[in-house]
């Protein structure tokens, strides 16, 4: 069965600091990883998207791969109080209209 | 650009009836679109994939013929929960793909019904 593990936390981090989360996968061929952000009682929204190694930064925040160690990790740079949200790594297994497998979240609270 | 609506936003109903909801793809084309379900701290959990214009593909242990998905065009799909029981109460989330070209393959959600059955 595919999996999709990530640390249900409360993850706690001071505003202003870098939050890190990560995620690791159990399918060693998947090849597309996704992050997304769960406000309480509302969808996700997509923050990233990352199908090849390395890093991957947009803005504040840059996703991790490594496919090696089945590893993705995504990195919040200066966080604000607006950034407490459940942080949903998302796994696909082949490119391209495949369906996805969740994670069930890490919980994120930034402090003031 | 890549806007997916749902309606109902939330529904309450009685025991036994049915509900439909409503999922659309309002700036895009989408070929697939997927139903989810979420319960309270819960992760999304994948219902069906639905294509359109072809059956719906359910995943393991999701009833089909309680959950019937019908997407009538390239711009909607609609979920209907029949002969809902309490436990169907959830939070159900629909989502498209964007790119029928296949150079992106995210998925955007919409913004999710929240269905009560008493």
């Known amino acids: 069965q595919k999996e999709v593990e990530q640390n249900s936390g409360p993850l706690s981090v001071p505003e202003g600091a870098i939050a890190s989360l990560n995620c690791t996968y159990s399918?060693?061929?998947?090849?597309?990883f996704f992050w997304y952000r769960q406000y309480s009682g509302k969808s996700p929204e997509l923050i990233m998207s990352?199908?090849?190694?390395g890093d991957k930064e947009d803005g504040r925040f840059t996703a991790q791969l490594n496919k090696a160690s089945q590893y993705v990790s995504l990195l919040i740079r200066d966080s604000q109080p607006s950034d407490s949200a459940t942080y949903l790594c998302?796994?696909?297994?082949?490119?391209?209209?495949?369906?996805?497998?969740f994670g069930t979240g890490t919980r994120l609270t930034i402090i003031p | 650009g890549a806007v997916v609506s749902q309606h109902p936003s939330w529904v309450i109903c009685k025991s036994g009836t049915s509900v439909k909801i409503e999922c659309r793809s309002l700036?895009?084309?989408?070929?697939?679109m997927f139903w989810y379900r979420q319960f309270p701290k819960q992760s999304l959990m994948l219902m069906a994939t639905?294509?359109?214009?072809?059956?719906?593909?359910?995943e393991q242990g999701v009833e089909k013929d309680k959950f019937l998905i019908n997407h009538a065009s390239l711009t909607l799909s609609t979920l209907t929960v029949t002969s809902a029981h309490p436990e169907d109460s959830s939070f159900y989330i629909c989502?498209?793909?964007?790119?029928?070209?296949?150079?992106?393959?995210?998925?955007?959600f919409g913004p999710g019904t929240r269905l009560t059955v008493l």
């Open positions: 989502s498209a793909t964007v790119d029928p070209l296949l150079i992106t393959d995210t998925q955007y």
């Open positions: 990352i199908y090849s190694n």
């Open positions: 998302a796994v696909e297994p082949n490119f391209g209209n495949e369906k996805l497998t």
């Open positions: 700036d895009f084309q989408a070929t697939t």
């Open positions: 639905s294509n359109e214009g072809s059956k719906a593909t359910y």
């Open positions: 399918d060693r061929g998947s090849q597309s």
